[in-house]
Structures are given as structure tokens and as C-alpha cells.
């Protein structure tokens, strides 16, 4: 049996669910992924999944935008259900996440190991990870679980809620949760291949980050300067009002084990502050970068993942951070972006953040790719 993928653009949760099970199926199905805008009502969205894949597990977020089989949407959802006769899953779900615990997380994370591995017959897996995008715990969680996992990779995504940064919630089996995180253990007989990319280059433009509080990702100061009017000094735009279009445009980045990796601003405070999607503390040297060309960029990406498994994939699990959706609109290159995602198979949504091994980042493209069978 094929992975089915699927996708509605309607509002009302039942005709859209509706639509998702005409697509995908879901009798046969191991497990089934649904990644959903928030405007929808989430009590009528849950009674239209159990209605549609009764016994069937699904799992998924909210997103801030949804990648489907025809392309980007925003206000609907997007699906796959992933054949019971090629794919096993085991789940933990992890609440509390303001309360969150390495010790008991680690722990966890181990015992979901040995399950998957009793039962996996020396068949290779991978780990997928969805989280409340506003908890603020990514970095700490990704870590603990990612280095928890035995050598099984790891990627996933931060639910979103829009560009509103109010209330983000993971689904798990019949739930809808909120300072909570998913761990899906994923073990099939196919060829798959995870992966990460990004498309910046770091600049000659050094910030020293001189005054930030760890916990709320608030950066109060950049070079002793207040920062959202140093960060604009250094990126050229000090007339303009810092949007997240421009945070999208003009990322920064940092050194971590030999790699850049961006650290996304999130907005501008009135105290002129800036809130991060990351994790930021004081003495962080921060570089601004400058993109190139992230349709080519996507073309050599699908072209390793087609070696990489072996031909096509038979689909794509991808999450794509909001800020290249944003940085692709004001570029005009979202429709040339979506008929790439489109061409190959790429079905997900657009995140808050990503989670790739045992990283946390930012305005990137992760997600994995899956052979035929």
C-alpha cells in the first residue's frame, strides 16, 4: 500500500476532515499525521477524526500554514497516513513542558526505545518530534530526546498558531494539548532519508548579545545598544518598522560546532527588545547572514534525497519554518516554492521552529524522505 497524502482548504472541520479520509484512507493505515490550521473548533475538529479514522491513531499540531498536495494554504489542513503493512509507530506524549524534567524525559525517551526495538525485527526507524511552539522548552527537550535515541535520527516541528503567538496545541490520540510534546519512534522496511537545509551565508556583521533573559528568549540589549535599534542600524533599516518580514529577510545567525545555524527573531517589543524563537543568553555572539537562492537551493535538496532513497520519494514529511514562507511572499518566489513541494511529494506545515537530531533551529527545512516500497 502506497502513503496516501492528503489536504482541504475548507473551514468547517467536518467537511474538511471529510475530505482529508476521501484522500488518505485510514483503515489500513499504522498511524495517521494531520497538521491543521487553529481557526479551527478544536472540539468539532477532534469528533471529526474519530469519526473518520476511529481506532486508527492520529497525530498532529496547529501549524501557521499548511503544506498540502496542491501547495501552500493557510486556514486548512494537511494529512498522510502512512500503511500498517511497511510502518510501525510507538508514542509518548510529554505534558508539562514548563515544568519539563531531563531526568524523566531521558528515561522516557528510553523505554520508548526498547519497545520500538523488541518489536522492530532489526528494521531501521526514525524519530519525529512535534511541539508547542510557544513553550519556550525546544532546546532542552530536543537535546535530552535526541540523545536519548540510540543513534535513531530525529527531526520535526514546532506547532504554530498563525503569526497570532498566542496558544499552539499538539494532537495525540483524541487530545488537543498545549505545553506538551509528541514523540513519535517510527519503524518501517523502506528506505528513508532525514534531512536539513537552509539557505543563508553569514555576513561580515558581528552583535554581541549584551543584555537577554534566558527563559523568555527576550533579548534587551545588542552591543550595549537597546536591540531591536541596533539590530536595525546593522541590517541597513533603521527608518522602517521591524516586522516579521523583515526578521525573515534579515536573519542572524550563530557559530555552533564548526556550522551556522539561524536564531529567528520572533518580534519587537515597545521596550524595543527583541523575542527569539530560540534560546538566547548574554555574551552569544550573533552574525547577521544574507540568502541565496532558495529555490535552487530546494532543487539540489530533492535531488540528494532522490539518491538517497532511491528514487522518487513516495512522499515527504516536511517542516518548513513560517519565516521562509514570509521571506518566499515579499520575494515573490512562494509560488515557485510551492509547485517544487508540490512535484515532490512534500506534505507538512509551516512551524515555529524545527527539531533536527538533537538541535533545535530555525528558519530551516527539515523533515524526511520516504522510498516506495
Known amino acids: 500500500m502506497p502513503l496516501r497524502r492528503g489536504g482541504s482548504d475548507k473551514t468547517d472541520a467536518r467537511a474538511a476532515v471529510a475530505e482529508l479520509r476521501q484522500q488518505i484512507g485510514g483503515g489500513d493505515a499504522a498511524f495517521v499525521l494531520v497538521f491543521l490550521s487553529p481557526a479551527y473548533d478544536r472540539a468539532e475538529m477532534l469528533a471529526a477524526l474519530a469519526e473518520a479514522f476511529g481506532s486508527t491513531p492520529v497525530f498532529g499540531c496547529t501549524t501557521a500554514g499548511e503544506i498540502t498536495p496542491f501547495g501552500y494554504i493557510s486556514g486548512g489542513l494537511s494529512g498522510i497516513s502512512f500503511p500498517a503493512e511497511d510502518f510501525t509507530v510507538h508514542s509518548a506524549l510529554f505534558e508539562g513542558l514548563s515544568q519539563f524534567q531531563i531526568a524523566d524525559t531521558i528515561e522516557r525517551t528510553h523505554q520508548l526505545v526498547a519497545h520500538r526495538h523488541a518489536q522492530a525485527q532489526g528494521r531501521a526507524g526514525f524519530g519525529l518530534l512535534l511541539v508547542d511552539g510557544l513553550s519556550t522548552r525546544e532546546e532542552r527537550l530536543v537535546s535530552a530526546i535526541g540523545n536519548a535515541l540510540a543513534g535513531l535520527p530525529l527531526i520535526g516541528g514546532s506547532a504554530g498558531d498563525g503569526l497570532d503567538f498566542k496558544a499552539t496545541f499538539v494532537l495525540h490520540e483524541g487530545r488537543f494539548v498545549r505545553d506538551a510534546a509528541i514523540l513519535l519512534l517510527v519503524t518501517t522496511r523502506r528506505r528513508f532519508s532525514v534531512f536539513k537545509t537552509e539557505h543563508f551565508v553569514p555576513t561580515a556583521h558581528k552583535m554581541v548579545v549584551t543584555g537577554a533573559d534566558l527563559e523568555s528568549r527576550r533579548v534587551f540589549e545588542i552591543n550595549a545598544e537597546p536591540a531591536a535599534l541596533e539590530y536595525a542600524r546593522l541590517v541597513g533599516l533603521s527608518n522602517e518598522p521591524l516586522s516579521p518580514k523583515i526578521f525573515a529577510a534579515h536573519p542572524v545567525v550563530v557559530r555552533v ?117
Open 257 to 373: 560546532g564548526g556550522q551556522y545555524h539561524v536564531r529567528a527573531i520572533q518580534k519587537v517589543n515597545p521596550d524595543n527588545s527583541l523575542t527569539f524563537h530560540c534560546a538566547i543568553d548574554e555574551g552569544l555572539v550573533l552574525t547577521v547572514a544574507r540568502g541565496i537562492d532558495i529555490v535552487e537551493n530546494l532543487h539540489e535538496l530533492f535531488r540528494r534525497l532522490e539518491r538517497e532513497v532511491g528514487g522518487r520519494p513516495e512522499a515527504i514529511v516536511g517542516f518548513d519554518c513560517v519565516l521562509r514562507d514570509l521571506e518566499t511572499e515579499q520575494r515573490n518566489l512562494k509560488a515557485a516554492v510551492s509547485d517544487l513541494f508540490m512535484a515532490h511529494r512534500v506534505t507538512g506545515f509551516c512551524t515555529y521552529g524545527e527539531q533536527y537530531m538533537s538541535m533545535h533551529v530555525n528558519q530551516t527545512f527539515t523533515g524526511v524522505a520516504i522510498g516506495a516500497a
